[in-house]
């Protein structure tokens, strides 16, 4: 196998030059002491290998072999798992959710792309007190792997993920506010998703859940209002994947709410972040023990998890914060450069990665994730959907079945039609047409056109590469040109990247409060 | 082990919510035809899901389970390997290396960081012709995972990665110029790197290799040049990695190069790009087949290298050229979507993966890529690099065995020093003063300075996110400030990234050809 690279092949017309007497440049350390050194002492007489002390001495070789404590450490934490199920000591691991309400809704409730659930809760956490008409309502959507937990509270007193931004006077003033936050159907912190136990056979679903998507959770979450009364929010507010369900209620439930805020989102994901989250998902199904999806009695994929969170890391944040905070700095400078975390920059990923690795379900991630990369606003995907549920609940009447095939959501002879080599040159053309930036954008437009009437929060920040800030300007264009009379954009400076909107408490307070308490 | 995600877990305080007589909002299909399908067919009797063809169906679930024909697919390559380990036939794999010619060092070289070769071959390509006096020899580094093949000559006849700058009346022209480009040791395709064998036990070095610098690759490249009589040349050329080299070359021996051509390269690595790198190398080691590096008489870690490389790829292009040429575009879009690759951008990486996943040593891959998070130009660095090679020698001189322990180069007693607590005040604060940006800059011009009589092209990308733009600024403002008079710099608003230095054949190459050519 070793000459599949041919290192010390020679191969077609290769000349070898020998090195004769070779000038001693400057710098090339080929002095007698080296040669001499290689007729007598052995690399093992060499001092100070703490890190390898582990590993066996190898007194044939002509350097010592390197020590993977980082990988080491991913084995022992394997180890750890395996001896958890032969009775040992259970392996410890963050909960973080806690105190959480549920909503529980027992009806069958179908999916965008045709899977079904039986049933599906909704955890959900409140603050400030719900006024007589109930009208006085936020709806906070999360990112991607937040819980409801938003801000503390007496039945959960750690603090949220938007701490310093809930409460009396603060962004969202509970003094004039009920906010409630829910966490997300096909995530993991109360809410069902591919860890919940499927109905049927009692077993998790795992990834026999179904695909879901923004305009999913957020039917969902209006199913929770209706069972609570609310008919209509003050507002949607969220950031990241929120600001996308934030656009996503005022489209499906335009009547029903009154403000939007979307932070650090888009109408519809851009090829760079779909693939930032696809390597995430890659790593993760790579690990083994990832098991496609069916590992809940086994050990978990922890270190998929651990990878996709370096990598995500990478995406929340930005380089002149890194350059700021880390520079160049190595965790242990006076030691030889090691190919496990050594740099500060890689001992920071490295933690992120540690800390995440066993905080959220590992099918959850790939699970919302994609939703954030199916997310499109545009006419044309709307009016495909709008189709598809109508097909699907049809042929659900018919009793031919669910409609959640694996991955084929289209019956065949549309499929065989979208495949025929025999398109006509005209629907060739106008196909062409509509796939020009041009055209798209126009789409978007088009499909955003029902938000005319929806004051609205637009916010971006310039260092983020995740969802750059053309995306939230695109946003904002496209609400002007529906005819929004009341579309505020700003772009931040901030150097947090990404994370700004969980950091910068007052650039983007200000403007949250401003928004939301501002009469129109 | 599932109650750690508490999915269906109530705890603290929670309320819960029934969903009554749910409001059916304008797209909530909670219709009685959902929940007449309850009560009656099962989702097998849904068409066409033809990629879980091979999955048992689960006649028990509410939804079927998804195929992951992706990860089938590294399995069954995984297998083949095994396959072909029993006698049967070989995995076919690229070898992209052929042709080449070969420099043979057979005295032992000390490494930047105390390790050794015993001897080392460097491979090389050659076009145009050298001239008498020797004069007209370009020097051509390569990025991190290129070959010595830039250009197809007779001996190998494929297109090389710089094709169409190479040749006459071309960016480099061979009617004036005799152009050398290297394998880089470290490497695999022809220099010695961790696939090559130790001449100490006859076996691959694989993680018994030393970890090398930027500078040693340089180092021996010279080794090379003094074994033809070359002894000063016209110019030291590369981009991306190779663009390190380019000013290492000049840094170490500044009076045998006549000009540095630097194209998207830095003078040291900052955060993000070693961010990027970092997470490249823990995928590739968290393949259980890495087996800490000794994978050359087993299977190799295929799945690795090919998450590696996608990670790679996105750093390589840029969200605008991936904007223009996928879009949202889907692979199959009348399909449900998938986790595996959907949108065209995933089938992109993936194929990406897939091209490379075999075609390079993935120790190599960790060796080089760890060669450029470590270089930096700074003169704390280079006096800190004499002092280590200084003292290095003289220990081997002393008898007392190889300068290189696996992780560490320092002696106890030094270490200690670096560890102690009681650091002096001044020392500290001393130690402070040099942690400061402006102080980090200010040592890097210092290391820079001696480069102020060699004429550079510094060029750059505005749209590379892996060697921002900001970094060859910097190398041309440190290069002005020592005093050179002929530094060049360009920044090229193309949309193709980091990757541009192989695709923008008119911006860059003109830039290349006026600054070898221009008399000064």
């Known amino acids: 196998m070793h000459a599949r690279f041919v290192t010390s092949t020679l191969t077609g017309s290769a000349r070898v030059i020998k090195a004769g007497h070779p000038r001693a440049a400057s710098l090339a350390f080929t002095a007698p002491a080296v040669r001499k050194f290689f007729h007598t002492s052995p690399w093992t007489l060499s001092v100070n290998a703490p890190e390898a002390a582990n590993t066996p001495p190898t007194h044939s070789s002509s350097n010592p072999p390197m020590a993977f404590p980082c990988v080491d450490q991913l084995e022992q934490r394997t180890q750890k798992f395996l001896q958890s199920f032969d009775g040992g000591p259970e392996p410890s691991y963050s909960n973080p959710v806690s105190g959480y309400s549920l909503y529980q809704h027992n009806e ?13 809760e909704i955890a959900y956490e409140s603050w400030g007190e719900l006024n007589e008409d109930k009208s006085n309502v936020i709806l906070l959507h999360t990112g991607l792997s937040a819980s409801s937990h938003a801000k503390s509270h007496p039945a959960n007193t750690a603090p949220g993920w938007w701490e310093k931004f809930i409460g009396p006077g603060l962004a969202i003033d509970t003094n004039r506010f009920h906010v409630i936050c829910t966490n997300v159907i096909g995530g993991c912190y109360g809410s069902t998703g591919p860890s919940s136990i499927d109905p049927k056979d009692s077993k998790p679903y795992a990834t026999r859940f179904p695909i879901v998507t923004i305009f999913d959770m957020v ?31 005022a489209l499906l439930f335009k009547e029903r709410v009154g403000k939007i805020v979307s932070i650090s989102a888009a109408a519809r994901s851009h090829p760079y972040s779909i693939a930032l989250r696809f390597t995430q998902r890659q790593v993760l199904m ?106 699907n ?128």
Chains 1, 2 share one sequence.
């Open 108 to 120: 069958p409730f179908l999916l965008d792309h045709g899977g079904i659930l039986p049933k599906f």
């Open 219 to 249: 039917r969902a979450q209006f199913e929770m209002l209706d069972s609570m009364g609310i008919k209509k929010l003050h507002a949607s507010v969220g950031a990241s994947m929120g600001g996308m369900q934030s656009l996503a209620a």
């Open 286 to 391: 790579a690990d083994p023990n990832w098991n496609k999806g069916f590992y809940y009695d086994k050990v978990p994929p922890h270190s998929g998890m651990k990878l996709a969170r370096e990598i995500a890391t990478i995406s929340y944040r930005s380089g002149p914060e890194w350059e700021q905070r880390f520079g160049r700095k190595r965790s242990q400078p006076m030691t030889t450069p090691s190919l496990c975390a050594d740099f500060l920059i890689e001992t920071y990923l490295d933690h992120q990665g540690e800390r995440f690795c066993l905080q959220y379900d590992p099918n959850s991630l790939l699970y919302v994730s994609k939703a954030m990369d199916v997310f499109d606003l545009s006419a044309s995907i709307s009016a495909e959907t709008a189709l598809r549920r109508a097909r």
């Open 393 to 520: 609940t049809l042929r659900l009447q018919e009793g031919k079945g669910s409609s959640a095939p694996a991955n084929a959501a289209t019956p065949p002879e549309e499929q065989a039609a979208a495949c025929s080599t025999t398109v006509s040159p005209e629907k060739q053309k106008k196909q062409e047409q509509q796939d020009t930036p041009k055209a798209q954008l126009s789409d978007l437009k088009q499909g955003m056109s029902s938000l005319k009437d929806v004051p609205a929060l637009i916010l971006g920040i310039q260092s983020d590469i995740l969802f750059p800030v053309w995306q939230q300007k695109e946003v904002a264009d496209c609400l002007r040109e529906a005819g929004n009379k009341n579309v505020t954009y700003y772009e931040l400076d901030s150097m947090y990247g990404h994370d700004a909107f969980l950091l910068e408490i007052v650039n983007v307070g200000s403007a949250v409060k401003g928004h939301l308490e501002l009469k129109e």
